[in-house]
Each structure stands twice: as C-alpha cells, then as structure tokens.
C-alpha cells in the first residue's frame, strides 16, 4: 500500500514513505546537529564550521521537521496522510553531530521546548525511556546543562577521545583534557545522571601505555561514569586524515598493537565493573553503581526476541544505539540523518540530504518534510543480512529460532545454520541457548563472522551447492 | 586471368592490417564507406588487443596495364606465439609483401618472418611504411633492409597505408614481380587446407589453396590424413565478403564448406583429394601446431577445494570444449590435484595465446578460472633409458628413477639499441643463455643471438627486455631442440602440506634463491588467516627456505551506527566477494596472484 510519493521541486521526502506500513509506531528519533568549531580530520559525519549565524533559522527548521514528524509517526492511516491527532510517544532521543553542545542555550530550550510540544516524552520523563546528547568537553557550561535538564535531557556523552595532548593534536582536536572531568561535573550538577565518555585509541604513535593511561584516567575523571565508547581510530574513506595516511605521511597503528589495546581496554574496564555489550561500548553493572539509583527503561526494541532477556537489559546501555544494533526503528530530524522503520517484508531505510542549505530549502518549501537520498525500500534478504551485520556484534547476540525463521522463506535456512556452525567451529561463535554469540575471541572478528553469516544469504548460496553435490554423485 | 597469391608479413604494429585494408580499398572490393580500420581483424579481442589472430585469406580483382588479375591475399598473425600459423600461410603463397615501418626499422619478427618466407621460397616485396609520419626515415630503413635481409635497398617501395601513398606501386609490383602459381603436376586434384574456423552458424570453414586438379560443389573429398570424407556444400572466396563460387581451380584459394561439425574433425596441413579419384600422394605437410607452454585451469571458488568434481567444473569442461571447437590449436586434458581439486591441464603455442584462451574462457564461457603458473614441458631420461615427457613439475618421477632432465631451449633473436646490448646480455646471462652471435643492422642498432631456455623467457623475459630497452627492444624466438642441465625440482609446502601446483623446476644453483624468493611472494599475496600458516620450499624433502604468515589478529570494525548500516553492509558483502577467485589448500585460502607468484625470479 505505496501511497503517491511525496516530491517537492523533484525532490523526494521522507514523508513518501508509507510510515503506515511500520509494525509497530515508531518510538525514536535521532536529531542531528551540523555545527563544529572545527573540522576534525578523522571525522566523516556532515558537520562543517558554520562561517554565518545559521543556527536560528536552523532551528526554526529543525522545529518544522519536527512538526511534521509528529503527524506521520504515530502509525495507522493517519500516518501517511500526515494527519495524526495525539502526539506520538517517543521512549528514544539521540541528538548527535556535528556538536550540539555548541548551540546556544536560548536556540536549546526553543528546540527542547518544542520537541515537547509535539511529542509525548512521557516514558522519558519516567526515566524508562532515553534523552542523549552529545557534548564537547570544552563547550559545556552550568547554563547549557541547566537548560538540556530542564528540557528533559537525561544523559550525556561527552567526546573526550584522549587525555594525552599530543593526541589530540594529531586527531585535531583542540580542548584541554581537564575540561572533561570539568564537563561531566557540570553535567551531574544539573541532574544528568547518566553520563557516558567518548575514547579513541590505535591513534598514530600512541603505544599501549598510553592508551591504558588514556583509560585510567577516563575512569578518573567522574565516578559516577556509566558508560563507555573506546573506538579503534577508523580510517573512514573522504576524509583528509585517511588521504594523509595513503599518502605515507604517518603509518597507522600495528594491527597487533590496536588488538592488544583492544584486549586491555575490556580487561581494564571489566576490573572497573564496566560490561561490553557491543564490539566499542561497555556499560557499569548496576550493582557496581553505588546507590543503584538507576533503573533500566523499558523494552524498546521492535524486533520480536526469543528466548532469555539478554544481559544487556540489567545495564545502562544505550537505549537509543541499541535500537540501532537491532535494527528497530527510528525517525531521523535535521541534515544527514537517517531514519528506520521495520515493515513485514524488510524495512525502509532513508537518509535526508546531508547538506544544511538544500536542507533547509527543503524544509521550508514543503512544511517539514527534508529532501531523502539513499532510499533503500524493504528487501528481506537485505534486511535479515542487516540484522546478522549489526546482531553478532551486541552481547545479546542473535536468537537462532528468529534467524531460522526469516532465512526460510528466502531459501536460505540450511546454508545459514551451516555458516553459523562454521564460524562456531573457527571458535568465534557460540551457538549456545540458542543464541549465536561471538566467544571472547570472536570480539575480534565480528566482520568476519558476519560477512560469513551474510554470505549465506546470497541466491544460489544453498541451491548451487546442493547441485554440484548431486552431479558427484551422478 | 593472372592469379598471384601472396602474403603481408611484418613485426606487430608495423601496419600491417592497415595495409591491407587500404589494398582492399585501392581495388574497390571495399568502398570507402565500407572501409574500417582493420577490416580483416574479426574477433573482438583481436581488436582490443590490437593484434591479429584468425589468418584469413581474401579475393579481389584487378586490373594491371589492361590485363586482368586476381590477387588472392592472406593475412598472417603478427605475434610470435602464431609463427607456425604464418608458416602455414606462407605455403599457400608464392610471394610476400614485407612491412617494415620507417619510424621503427627492422625488428626482431621482420627478420624471423622474412627467413620463413625465404625458406618457403617466395618471393619479397620489401614496403617500407607509414613514409606520412614526421619521425619517418625510409631511407634508412631501406639500408637496415639491404644489409641485414640482403634485399636492394633500392626495390623497397615507401608507402603510406594510411594515405594511400605508395598503394598503386605495391599493387603493380604485386603483379609484375611476383610469379604466378604453378600450373597443375598432377591430373588429380590435390588442395592444401592452410587454415580452419569455426562459425557458430555454418560450422567448420575450411581454407584452401588449389595447387591440382579443381574442386566443384557436391564433390565428395577425402581428407588424406585423416581418411575422412565430406560432401562439398558450399565453396566461396572472401571478397571480403563471402561469395559463393562454384569451382575452384588450380592456383586459386578460397574457402570450403562440408558438414564438418568441429576443428578437431580436419588437420591443417592436410590434403584434399577427391574420394572418386584420389591422388596417391599428399602434398608435402605442414607441421603439428607445438604447445610450448602448459598450465592448469581450475574452477575458481573456494568451496572447491573440497575434491568432487562440482558443477563449476562441468561448467568450465562445457567451456574448454565449446572453445577449442574455435581454437584447436590449444590442448586440454582432465587433472585432478589434491590440493586444488578438478581442473584442466592446458598446452598453448605461447604465453599470449594462454592469456586469450583464458580471457575467452571468462568472457564466452562465463566461468571464472583460477590459473597456475606456466611451465614448459620437459624431456626425462629414465634409467631405463625410456624418454618421458611432462608438463608439469609435479609429474616429475623420483630422482632414483631418471638419469636427466632436459628442458626445450630456443634460438632467440634480440634487436637492440646499441648502447642497450651491455644491459640485454646480462638478462640473458643471468637466465642461463648461451651467446651465439652478434649482427650490424645499422649505426645504432644490432642484433643478439642467443640460445636460452624457454624456461627462463616465458614469463616475462619480454617484459624485463622492452623496459631495459625503453621499448624498443624486440625479440623472436624458435624451438631448437632440448639439453640437459642440472635442474632440480622445488617443493612449495604450506602448513606442510606440498602443494603441487606452486612446485617449479629450476637450475640447481638458483634453487635457493628462487625458493625464498617465491616464499617471500607468498607471503604477501596469501592473506592472514585465523592461524599462523607455515611456507617452506624444500628439493626432495630437504627445506631450503622458510616463511611465515602471522595470524590475523582482528577483523573488526569499531563503529556502526544506523547511518553506517548501508555501507558497511556493501562492505562486508565486498570483504566476501573478495575471497572468490581462491582456491582452498586444506584451510588456507590462495588467491591467484600466489599461484602466479612463481613466475617471479626476483631478479
């Protein structure tokens, strides 16, 4: 039921998508943020150094798009016709960048405002649900956070990516290290209980003392800490530090070395009472949380799970990314955002423009709803492909009864269980509880397994071995 | 009517499809509209390549000081790999137009086609061509002609194929100097078949060259090599375009049409006779078109390794059979390796014609083939003083059992820049050659003869030479016969486990350094695996060198959020892909660039 696309100057919008054909009515939305003070040469989200004060007449968009999100995202009829009259819950808010922190307070509590305005934050204010916000370290102030907790902003995640000043200079970025330990104070000031902190490591000439002094005094920094994102320095295509490094200017890490930070930074944050739950991202046990004031929210994924409720669900994970790693849903607000929903036969994945001013043209030519690209409409093979991508990289894992389930209708069922069996043989799999996880060696390989578990899916995988089977025997 | 039929010969690139093309023109059997470039060229690969592969053999009328002629003109390849295909074109001829471009002087193949045609006892009508380029020195040339070809450097005739300059005295030179076919010696009709293809549509098409007797349409003809017979359907010249005739006679050429289903079924160099009144002896025969250089072709997939014979090897059986009815000059039979599964070991006249083979193997076959290195084939003494021949080093017996091994060696002519030559004779050193003579061609240039292992070229001997050279090196080569030397064969083990496939044969003194060499390559063509992987190259159990491939450490990567989800996607889908043209050895997987590894001497 493909309702008639929407397109304004030739241009599609998200608002073509049939938001109807949603399973379920989608519950989070992720906003994105697109001013830096600077570029960092690492970075490959669309963000840019803002020369003219756009940020009002950016939010005044973003505030429109919001508007028309409310319409659409409540499911049903109304959905598409853009026509809902309840505002529409959200359990998930991530607002990410660029650097949020850097909108000014004033432009914060309209947006914030807003927001509320339009939706329901009911499961947010309950503190089940998830409100993030990225932060700088060097632009974080008593009033910014005053402002973010009074809107309703339950977590911070603050960039800190080192403590080393050499570091940073390489990774181009410019605060003072103390000013994490700074940040995340004013934050816990404010009421932000939950507060989370960026690492980057296998930076060009750090050695693995480094790192683990890196890690030290990240744990250092705030007792309070919940949660942590220790990411290998990646090497994104387009971006200048990547052409530097093909161009030989400096050598990237040893792939030895980046594993061996790898296997310190979970030793050293499980000695901390930390728990990986995805490949990058550990959370603290709540037992290991002082007062364990803190009460996990609700379940929000879509995904239909089988068997035990996984480990992940008694940590303060990340509600919002853990929508992400299931391949739940998500509405997407502001320039290069991208949104998900799940529909029956796969799920529609978009993505708006990710450039501020054809953005910002878009949204006020058609009363909030952004020129998309990259529009990918439902496909089950591709999805289920999405789904092992992103699953064996969680602790959770991936539920072999619902794996079994969608691989069958695509032919796939036999030759999927028979990689799983294989990557389990490799010991990088467990099958146990009928669940497929990665073991602890596993954690290095994740892209190995699922491109193997992937594969599986691909026509004619299964039935172009079964032929060549049976010509041996003929 | 006069008949002459002819030849143009001529080292690759020096014009001669473009000369061709413009004698078409000049005699109005193509308009100008008609006219591309390199009509005679058919196959698309041929054109890509820019070299000719198929000879074919073309009719056209003209007239000469009012008399009329017909000129019947075969194109001959141009590449040293079909040397013995403008050998069989030259027998049906009784003249040759040789093609030396002005701006490049004699080259290595001007010599070596002109000696054939010379021993064919032809006739030469040296061109000197392109005389329209800036950089033309025909004067020269026509020197470098006389003194290495001895022809008077006066009869060159300087031409332009692309402006037509020079073409009215070609034709008329055609005409006046070159003899006419000899009459009939016999009453029975005798035709020398000098070139087959295969056409999907009208099967098997034959070229032939009348020297007795005639043939008509509906004649049943014996072939009398192979003893069998064929209704004559259709016979026809190429104008260029097919016109059917109903005799040909005596001295002509033309093509024949018979219900012959595949290239297998007729041997060039045969002889047609008629089967109602045979003749009792066949013309004097062509040789067997020799396979110089072997390799094996396997299915490319890594699940294959796993031994049965699956349905990509049906699939590329279907492929190599369906090809060598178009191409009967390459060889193919089953093998089957431990290590690599079911695959075909393949005999090619040379290195370029092993990469067509492979590349319209791909492209018309729809298979994807992972491809060992080439060998050449070698003569082992037994001790019971039997000869054995193989072609691939892992057939080689235990030494217990063979006397020596003798490897084919050629005769090889270098033409270089004179102040290359120091350079030239180094590389032939160091690849075992013996220096034979050396020869003036002009002021700056000279030719090298060398006897060197074929070996030790066929890789890329041709490559090394033109780089050294700044390109303008060139080089033939012919087989002259097989020597003995101290050659020993080099085990490639990995996770010690021999793999037939990587084993070369090598001289003893350079086993060492070759081993280490090839392991060093190895290294870093073989991926890291989930384990340590072990190489060793090793002569008869005893390990000459050693390497190790580190285990993959990780395989991750750090960040994937929901914008991510698509491109990571594509990219793992792509990390998959990757590993297709692979074959597995036990739980290593090799990509073909190891299996060509071998080749690389490391000098």
Redesign the interface.
């Known amino acids: 039921m493909q309702t008639t696309p929407i397109s304004v100057d030739g241009q599609q919008k998200w608002a073509s998508l049939p938001l109807s054909t949603a399973r379920t009515p989608v519950r989070s939305l992720?906003v994105h943020i697109p001013f830096c003070f600077h570029k960092c040469h690492y970075c490959d989200f669309y963000s840019f150094v803002d020369s003219r004060d756009r940020q009002g007449v950016f939010v005044d968009r973003l505030i429109e798009e919001f508007s028309a999100l409310a319409r659409h995202a409540g499911g049903g009829a109304a959905a598409d016709a853009g026509e809902a009259d309840a505002a529409p819950a959200l359990d998930t808010i991530f607002v990410g960048g660029g650097t949020p922190s850097l909108l000014r307070p004033d432009l914060w509590a309209r947006l914030l405002g807003a927001l509320r305005e339009r939706f329901d934050l009911s499961t947010i204010d309950a503190g089940r649900g998830e409100f993030t916000v990225e932060c700088n370290p060097e632009t974080v102030t008593a009033e910014l956070m005053a402002t973010l907790a009074a809107g309703g902003v339950d977590r911070v995640s603050v960039g800190a990516q080192s403590f080393d000043q050499r570091h940073l200079v390489t990774l181009e970025r410019h605060h003072d290290p103390e000013n994490v330990a700074r940040a995340l104070a004013l934050a816990n000031d404010a009421g932000i209980r939950r507060r989370s902190l960026d690492l980057i490591y296998a930076i060009p000439g750090q050695t693995l003392k480094e790192w683990a002094s890196d890690l030290d005094r990240a744990l250092e920094a705030d007792d309070g800490l919940e949660h942590m994102s220790c990411?290998?320095?990646?090497y994104e295509p387009n971006t200048p530090m990547t052409k530097r490094m093909r161009r030989g200017d400096f050598e990237p890490a040893d792939?030895?070395l980046?594993?061996d930070m790898?296997e310190h930074t979970v030793r050293r944050l499980r000695e901390a009472g930390f728990e990986r739950y995805e490949?990058?991202n550990f959370a603290k046990k709540r037992e290991a949380m002082g007062n364990g004031q803190w009460a996990m929210g609700g379940e929000s994924s879509d995904v239909t799970t089988h068997g035990p409720l996984p480990t992940a669900h008694r940590l303060p994970v990340s509600l919002h990314?853990l929508?992400?790693?299931r391949c739940g849903q998500?509405l997407a607000a502001g320039p290069?955002?991208?949104?998900?929903i799940v529909t029956e036969g796969g799920g529609h994945?978009w993505?708006n423009v990710p450039h501020l001013t054809e953005w910002m043209q878009g949204v006020a030519a058609s009363g909030g709803y952004s020129p998309i690209i990259?529009h990918?409409p439902p496909d089950a093979r591709?999805a289920l492909?999405?789904r092992l991508?992103?699953g064996v990289?969680i602790a959770e894992g991936l539920c072999e009864r619902e794996m079994q389930e969608r691989a069958e209708p695509l032919g796939a069922a036999e030759a999927l269980q028979r990689a799983a069996a294989g990557q389990a043989e490799?010991g990088r799999l467990s099958l146990a509880d009928a669940r497929w996880r990665l073991t602890d060696a596993g954690?290095?390989?994740?892209?190995?397994v699922?491109?193997?578990l992937?594969?599986a899916l691909a026509p004619g995988e299964s039935t172009?071995?079964v032929?060549?089977?049976s010509?041996?025997r003929g | 009517m006069q008949i002459r039929n002819f030849s143009i010969i001529a080292h690759i690139d020096h014009g001669k499809s473009t000369l061709a093309d413009r004698l078409l023109q000049s005699t109005h059997a193509v308009t100008d509209r008609e006219a591309r470039e390199q009509l005679l060229d058919d196959m698309d690969l041929e054109r890509e390549r820019g070299i000719t592969i198929k000879a074919s053999a073309v009719t056209v009328r003209h007239v000469h000081n009012g008399e009329e002629f017909m000129l019947n003109f075969i194109d001959t390849p141009g590449h040293v790999d079909f040397s013995y295909e403008v050998s069989r074109a030259l027998t049906a001829c009784e003249g040759a137009v040789l093609v030396v471009d002005s701006t490049q002087g004699v080259e290595a193949q001007t010599v070596a086609n002109a000696y054939l045609a010379v021993e064919n006892n032809l006739e030469l009508i040296p061109v000197v061509n392109k005389i329209d380029l800036p950089a033309a020195n025909p004067d020269d040339v026509a020197m470098e002609i006389e003194q290495i070809l001895g022809l008077p450097a006066e009869d060159c005739i300087y031409a332009s194929a692309k402006t037509g300059q020079g073409i009215d005295k070609l034709l008329a030179a055609i005409c006046e100097k070159l003899p006419p076919p000899r009459d009939s010696i016999i009453s029975e009709t005798r035709a020398l078949v000098f070139d087959t293809e295969y056409n999907d549509y009208r099967g098997v098409v034959v070229y032939v060259r009348v020297f007795d007797g005639r043939l008509n349409i509906g004649d049943r003809i014996r072939m009398m090599g192979v003893g069998r017979t064929y209704v004559v359907t259709e016979l026809g010249k190429y104008t260029p375009k097919p016109t059917k005739v109903q005799t040909l006679g005596a001295g002509e050429t033309g093509y024949l049409i018979a219900a012959i289903k595949a290239l297998a079924d007729v041997r060039v160099g045969d002889t047609i006779t008629l089967d109602i009144e045979p003749a009792s002896e066949p013309l004097p025969g062509y040789e067997e078109p020799k396979q110089m250089v072997f390799c094996d072709f396997y299915p490319s997939s890594s699940?294959a390794g796993s031994g049965?014979?699956?349905?990509?090897f049906?699939q590329l059986r279907e492929a190599v059979e369906k090809l060598n009815l178009n191409d009967a000059s390459f060889t193919f039979q089953t093998v089957h390796s431990e290590a690599l599964g079911f695959g075909f070991r393949c005999g090619f006249l040379g290195l370029l014609h092993m990469d067509i083979v492979q590349e319209r193997l791909e492209r018309e076959g729809g298979v994807e083939i992972v491809q060992t290195a080439p060998t050449v084939n070698y003569q082992i003494l037994m001790t019971t003083g039997e000869i054995r021949e193989i072609t691939n080093p892992a057939d080689l017996p235990d030494p217990n059992y063979y006397e020596e091994i003798r490897e084919p060696i050629v005769k090889m002519e270098i033409i270089v820049p004179k102040e290359c030559i120091g350079d030239v004779m180094s590389l032939c050193g160091a690849r075992r050659g013996v220096y034979k003579s050396q020869q003036y061609i002009s002021e700056t240039r000279q030719m090298l003869i060398y006897e060197l292992p074929l070996a030790e070229i066929i890789y890329d001997f041709h490559d090394k030479l033109k780089s050294m050279t700044r390109g303008y090196g060139t080089m033939d080569y012919e087989l002259s016969g097989y020597h003995k030397d101290r050659l020993v064969k080099v085990d490639i083990l990995i996770n010690g486990a021999p793999v037939e496939a990587l084993s070369i044969i090598v001289h003893r003194d350079s086993a060492e350094q070759r081993g280490r060499a090839l392991l060093v390559r190895l290294r870093k063509e073989i991926d890291r695996h989930?384990f340590e992987i072990a190489l060793q190259a090793a002569i008869g159990g005893k390990v000459i060198a050693r390497e190790t491939i580190?285990s993959?450490?990780?395989?991750?990567?750090?960040?994937?959020?929901?914008?991510d989800?698509?491109r990571?996607?594509k990219l793992?889908?792509k990390?998959?892909e990757g590993k297709k043209r692979m074959k597995s050895v036990g739980n290593v997987e090799i990509p073909q660039e190891a299996f060509m590894a071998v080749l690389d001497q490391g000098d």
């Open positions: 992720y990411y290998a320095l990646t792939e030895g980046e594993s790898y490949v990058s990314n929508v992400y790693w998500w290069s955002a991208s949104g998900h994945r993505k990259d990918e591709r492909a999405e991508m992103m990289r490799l954690w290095l390989f994740a892209d190995g699922a491109s193997e992937m594969a172009g071995r032929a060549g089977d010509s041996v | 699940a049965g014979k699956g349905a990509d049906e989930q580190k993959m450490r990780k395989n991750v990567t750090a960040k994937c959020y929901g914008g989800v698509t990571k996607r793992l889908e990390q998959k």
